[in-house]
T-cell receptor, first 114, second 115 residues
C-alpha cells in the first residue's frame, strides 16, 4: 500500500532563512504522481506542484523548489528566503497512476518568525 | 473562474441530527472527492466519484455516512445520525482526469461541530 511520511511535525525558522520540508513515500506503483499542498491558517488547501514518476527533474518556481529522487523515494520541498506569509501546514501526497486517489502525509507545520 | 464551492462553511448541530454538506465542483471537472480532516487522523479520503458514479467508498466510516452525485455540478455528503466524533473539517475536491491522477483542487471546507 502507498504511504507518505513527513517526519518533521513542526519547523520554526526566522524570516529569510532557507527551509527544507522532507517527504518520503512508499509505493508499488510504476506510474504515480506526487503533490505538495499548502494549508495556511485560513484553512483552505492550496495546490503547489504535481510531478509524475517519470520526471525526476528538479523544479523551481520563484522561492520554491522541489527535489524529486526516486532512488531515495523522496520529494523534498525547499523555500528560499522564507517569509512570514509562508507560515502554514504543508502536505505531501501520493497519487496512484490509475485510480486518482491521493494519500496524504501528516503534514509539516512551518512557522516563520519575523 | 469559480473554484470548488462548499456549503455551509460552518455547521453546528446536536448529536443525532442529520447533517448535509454540499459541494459544487469546478465546471468541466469529472472527478469529485470528499475528504475529512481531523487532528488525529489527518486528511483521509472518504469517497470519490468519476462521471457522477461512485468509484471507491472504502473510506466512508460507517453506514451513517452517505454521498450522492446526482449530476456533474452537485454532490452531497450526508451524516445521519451525527455523533460528536464526526466533528471535523470536510473538504470537497475536484479534478479533470478520471483515470490518471490529475491535480485535485479543494474547496474551502465545511467545519462541522457535533455537540
Amino acid at each position: 500500500a502507498q504511504k507518505v511520511t513527513q517526519a518533521q511535525t513542526e519547523i520554526s525558522v526566522v524570516e529569510k532563512e532557507d527551509v527544507t520540508l522532507d517527504c518520503v513515500y512508499e509505493t508499488r506503483d510504476t506510474t504515480y504522481y506526487l503533490f505538495w499542498y499548502k494549508q495556511p491558517p485560513s484553512g483552505e488547501l492550496v495546490f503547489l506542484i504535481r510531478r509524475n514518476s517519470f520526471d525526476e527533474q528538479n523544479e523551481i518556481s520563484g522561492r520554491y523548489s522541489w527535489n524529486f529522487q526516486k532512488s531515495t523515494s523522496s520529494f523534498n520541498f525547499t523555500i528560499t528566503a522564507s517569509q512570514v506569509v509562508d507560515s502554514a501546514v504543508y502536505f505531501c501526497a501520493h497519487g496512484s497512476g490509475n485510480t486518482g486517489k491521493l494519500i496524504f502525509g501528516q503534514g509539516t507545520t512551518l512557522q516563520v518568525k519575523p | 473562474d469559480a473554484g470548488v464551492i462548499q456549503s455551509p462553511r460552518h455547521e453546528v448541530t446536536e448529536m443525532g441530527q442529520e447533517v448535509t454538506l454540499r459541494c459544487k465542483p469546478i465546471s468541466g471537472h469529472n472527478s469529485l472527492f470528499w475528504y475529512r480532516q481531523t487532528m488525529m487522523r489527518g486528511l483521509e479520503l472518504l469517497i470519490y466519484f468519476n462521471n457522477n458514479v461512485p468509484i471507491d467508498d472504502s473510506g466512508m466510516p460507517e453506514d451513517r455516512f452517505s454521498a450522492k452525485m446526482p449530476n456533474a455540478s452537485f454532490s452531497t455528503l450526508k451524516i445521519q445520525p451525527s455523533e460528536p466524533r464526526d466533528s471535523a473539517v470536510y473538504f470537497c475536491a475536484s479534478s479533470q482526469a478520471g483515470v490518471n491522477t490529475d491535480t485535485q483542487y479543494f474547496g474551502p471546507g465545511t467545519r462541522l461541530t457535533v455537540l
